[in-house]
């Protein structure tokens, strides 16, 4: 009997180990992540300074900024809110209502949080009072890409990355209900014309309701609804547990969670298009830096089982780092579009890094 029971316990002990084994280790996590960020610094921005593409890559800095002990990524990033004095949208005829053009507001409200500079809240605080005194009743069916008028509402699934996302954390410093309650009540609309319920997915926008992919299989862009599941494990910290609405966001994170990990591929990516890996055969690590972000995010809150998602977290986060060049440059990221395109190991984007960063710094929690 003895005997039995020291075998079962190597075993166990055994088993262990392995689980042990394949989470990394803090400081491999570090060392890549600064690699990566270290890069990016180093690069001159192609696009404007407050561009959505750049509010997706100060998104996550800003969260490795905070894990670093290294100064140079707050100088860096304050240097750029300096130089955007805390509000210069990259296309003023926009308008106020486009949130392409206040998507860098998240890393304003974060910077504000560490260093309390009034400059870094009250533009951004003007900007959103004006949408809620002044809210949109243009349809959400309104093609702004075609006809060109700035869009006034979230018609376009990447846009809850980039517009709620600014309220919720303005909610979270000023505790105004005005801003969540605004929040709310656009992101039902968005839900309401983009989300498919059998599917669990964001349609890009509404000219993609009847498109299909070679396979018959519906269009679901990877790239959009990375933006939309990051963008949840975003806002649902912003809200607090007694508020009326909360268990709706949480059930809409746990839903795509469920759909999101199971179409992860063999080598931990997911593609371009989520339903159609065979016409789109290369990863994509815009999509996939979110997708583990929001999975490793909803491991660290309590929210995902971790005996299910951490194995989905762990491959992930490890195809992550495979595409990442010695240098730090990381590859695989799709271009700039609005539906799913062929990817190349060179190709780059500055969003792409942002969403390595935001997975990396919750990757970092769970790690040894």
Known sequence: MKKMTGMIMAILFSLAITA???????????????????WQIQQKL???????????????MVDFAKLSDDQKYLDWLYEIGEKTNWDKMPRPAREMYHADDYAVGMMYLEMYKLKKEDKMLQTMKKRLDY??????????????WRDEAPAQRWTWCDALFMGPTVFAKMYGITGERKYIDFMNKEYHATTDFLYDHAEHLFYRDSRYFHQREP???????????????????????????????????EKLFTDMAKKVASLQDKDGYWHASMLDMKNYPHPETSSTGFFVYGLAW???????????YLPVVLKGWE????AVYPNGKLGWVQPIGENPKKTKKD??????VGAFLKAGCEVYKLAL
């Not at 570090?30 to 690699?35: A, L, Q, R, S």
């Not at 909803?298 to 299910?308: A, Q, S, T």
């Not at 195809?319 to 495979?322: D, E, G, N, P, Q």
Request: zero cysteines; proline letters at 3%.
């Open 347 to 352: 190709m780059t984007e500055v969003y792409g």
């Open 319 to 322: 195809a992550l780092t495979k």
């Open 131 to 144: 949408q809620i005194a002044n809210p949109s009743n243009r349809s959400m069916d309104h093609n702004w």
């Open 298 to 308: 909803g491991v660290n809150n309590g929210y995902l089982d971790r005996e299910k």
């Open 20 to 38: 042990q084994e394949q989470i990394p280790q803090k400081t491999e996590v570090m060392e890549v992540m600064t690699k990566v960020a270290d």
């Open 46 to 60: 192609r696009h404007r300074l407050a561009d959505w593409t750049n509010g997706a890559l100060y998104a996550g």
């Open 215 to 249: 396979n018959g299989k519906k269009m679901f862009w990877g790239r959009g609804n990375g933006w939309v599941f990051g963008g949840l494990a975003i806002i649902l910290p912003e809200l607090e547990d007694n508020y009326k609405e909360k268990m709706w966001y």
